[in-house]
């Protein structure tokens, strides 16, 4: 296979070399083009055909729906990572390139542990916001606000060791953020972290505990939360990512990059899915199970509604997770003793999408997001907070892209574009407009 590709524009060819990842991906350097031609540049709306770094952190196959975190399988046998290890040694293995050993991951553990309480004056931020605030608008402005407590994690050019504890902190910090959100919602004392619980235990008794009763948490939701965070972990180059890699890109600091990631994930074509699934479904219940209207619905081109959590920008195939998660749906329900006819719906809107030619020709599966809307229910988490759990999950994938390109010394992201407003024209006085 040639390693150089060709272009010809205006009668001349220009040799442009051609880079293959170790998974045999084929890429067009085009990084020299506009010297080469004298300023013509490649356009590409939402960047379907444009691989913006090189990266060795996350592997996805579209066509075969693999994904792979460090070369460790999710697709077959994720089961290896989300069966028999934990969040944490996943996140490690993100940010750090490796599975930890025991010493290894005892003091990551240490770190994080010693790192889940927030600043006390964080709550007074809290209480300013309304009652009804949504929690990933929370979330993203207290993740940006750690940059005041935190003067010195605002270079990240300072040091290894100043940058590996920003990471270690908002690991930490970010279920006690999340849980306080909720609590703010709902109008409950925040709780404060019980670092004798492990990190699932720990978010969900912040979540769901009270002062007024004891509680524990039950393992069946832990074990479920830590899988569908493992899923969540990371996705390669997606919405979110992105930006949080070109905000990096300016050299702004790690919590500004990740709020501005949060901002991102939460729109309902990314992260947000999760939320505007469940509302679909309930949508259809209360319509009477008229699953039909909705598929009819998306497939009318002159309605903006999309069957959501269909679709995919890469998985035409499959989506690995959502193949997994719907299997953890039935076990986790079932051990919880729930019967969610919402699960019905969803498996009733599947089955008639996946026989339907516009859906089949078209290549558009369930995704990550059309399952586990139903898990968190059945665990008791309300629907506004689906994205913030989306977001506990992809919060090392976040943190291992923005230090990959940290550490490739990424120049500046700084798209291009094709100028189409006016010409040069001359001003006119108000009077004469
Ligand atoms: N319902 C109906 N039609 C759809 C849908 C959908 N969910 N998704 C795509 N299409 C159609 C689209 O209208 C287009 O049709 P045509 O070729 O006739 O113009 C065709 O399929 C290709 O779609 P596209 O918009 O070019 O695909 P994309 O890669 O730009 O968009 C997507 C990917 C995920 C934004 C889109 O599939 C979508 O909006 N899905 C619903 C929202 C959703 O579930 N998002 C969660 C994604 S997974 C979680 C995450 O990682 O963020």
């Known amino acids: 296979m040639s390693n150089t590709a060709q272009l010809i524009l205006d009668g001349k060819t220009y040799e442009l070399p051609v880079i293959e990842g170790t998974e045999h991906e084929r890429a067009i350097d085009i990084s020299k083009l506009r010297s080469l031609t004298g300023g013509v540049t490649t356009i590409d709306p939402g960047y379907k055909n444009t691989g ?27 089961e290896e990572l989300a069966e028999r290890s934990t969040f944490l040694e996943v996140a490690y293995l993100l940010i750090y390139g490796e599975l930890p050993n025991e010493e290894q991951f005892s003091s990551w553990k240490s770190e994080i542990t010693m790192h889940t309480m927030v600043h006390e004056e964080i709550k007074n931020i809290l209480d300013g916001f309304p009652s009804n605030a949504h929690p990933m608008g929370v ?3 207290l993740v ?26 908002i690991i930490a910090k970010m279920p006690t953020i999340a849980a306080w959100a909720f609590k703010n919602e709902i109008g409950h004392p925040v709780n404060y972290p019980d670092n004798t ?13 009270t002062p007024a009763e004891t509680y524990s948490v039950d393992p069946v939701v832990s074990d479920a939360l830590n899988k569908l965070l493992i899923l969540h972990a990371d996705h390669e180059q997606n919405c979110s990512t992105s930006t949080v890699r070109i905000v990096g890109s300016s050299q702004a600091s790690l919590y500004s990059s990740i709020s501005a ?7 309902p074509l990314h992260g947000g899915a999760n939320q505007a699934v469940i509302e ?3 949508g259809i219940k209360s319509s009477g199970g008229d699953t039909k209207k ?7 081109k002159n309605d903006p509604f999309r069957l959501m959590g269909f679709g995919h920008r890469v998985y035409k195939n499959f989506d690995p997770r959502a193949t997994i998660i719907k299997k953890a749906a039935d076990g986790v329900l079932a051990k919880l003793g729930v019967n969610d006819p919402v699960l019905d719906i969803a498996r009733g809107l599947e089955e008639a999408a996946l026989k339907d030619e516009y859906f089949v020709s078209r290549k558009l599966y369930p995704n990550v997001d059309f399952y586990s809307g ?8 309300p629907t506004e907070m689906f994205t913030v759990m989306f977001t506990l999950g992809r919060l090392p994938g976040w943190i291992a892209q923005w230090k990959e390109m940290r550490e490739n010394n990424e120049p500046i992201g700084r798209p291009r574009q094709v100028y189409t407003g006016h010409n040069s024209r001359p001003y006119m006085e108000l009077g004469e407009r």
């Open 280 to 282: 679909m479904l309930e």
């Open 144 to 169: 940006s606000a750690l940059t005041a407590f935190y003067p010195k994690s605002l270079d990240p050019n300072r040091s290894i060791k100043q940058v590996d504890l920003s990471i270690a902190r």
């Open 52 to 78: 913006a770094t090189k990266s060795a952190i996350t592997f996805l196959d579209g066509e075969k729906g693999i994904l792979r975190y460090r070369g460790y399988s999710i697709g077959y046998s994720i």
């Open 261 to 267: 990631g949060i901002s991102a994930l939460w729109g």
């Open 374 to 381: 139903i898990i968190y229910r059945a665990m008791g988490i």
């Open 139 to 141: 979330l993203s402005s």
């Open 294 to 300: 909705y598929l009819d619905k998306a497939k009318d």
């Open 197 to 209: 619980l492990d990190y699932c235990e720990n978010f969900i008794k912040m979540m769901f505990a």
